[in-house]
């Protein structure tokens, strides 16, 4: 198993293996920027690792999809982070699980009281390849804090079980 935490602490990735599948999972704290750099240095260390299937998860501390993943404020993001986010979505044939799974839903996943506004900024992206071990990925309400969490049920084996006897 290969890992790597970088030196400020907004990420770490490692490779495993789960019934025989091999996986690198990835989590990150971006910086509230618009800033190229974070996400450039994310996925140069990204190459380093070996698995058939990317799950990257976290706060990317920017919104995607103005027209879906905000309401309220002025619609605006961090546009020059958002294209390496892109480039590596399309090289790595990854998709937000989220969005693909409930394509209709107005979740968010941050939100401010005054003046009110909502956005989502926590994804989980996945191997397009992956999406069908993928069963679920939802935002769920949180308790005395500003972010919901973010969730992703995975199944790992490809028989379903049974009632038993």
Not at 117 to 142: E, K, M, R, Y
Request: aromatic fraction near 10%; charged fraction near 25%; charge should be negative.
């Amino acid at each position: 198993m290969r890992t790597y935490i970088d030196a400020s602490g907004r990420y770490m990735l490692c490779d495993l293996k789960a019934n025989g599948k091999n996986l690198t999972l990835a989590n990150i704290y971006a910086l509230n920027e618009d800033d190229t750099a974070f996400f450039k240095c994310l996925f140069d260390h990204l190459q380093d690792f070996q698995g058939d299937e990317i799950i990257i998860g976290g706060d990317f501390n920017l919104v995607l999809d103005v027209e879906k993943d905000m309401k309220g404020g002025l619609a605006k993001t961090h546009r020059n982070a958002q294209k390496p986010i892109y480039e590596i979505c399309e090289n790595l044939d990854l998709v937000d699980a989220c969005r693909v799974l409930n394509p209709d839903a107005r979740k968010y996943t941050w939100r401010q009281p005054r003046p009110e506004i909502h956005c989502t900024l926590d994804f989980f992206f996945v191997s397009q390849s992956f999406l069908g071990n993928t069963n679920t990925a939802d935002i769920l309400p949180a308790f005395k804090t500003d972010h919901s969490m973010i969730t992703l049920n995975i199944t790992l084996h490809s028989n379903p079980r049974g009632p038993g006897f």
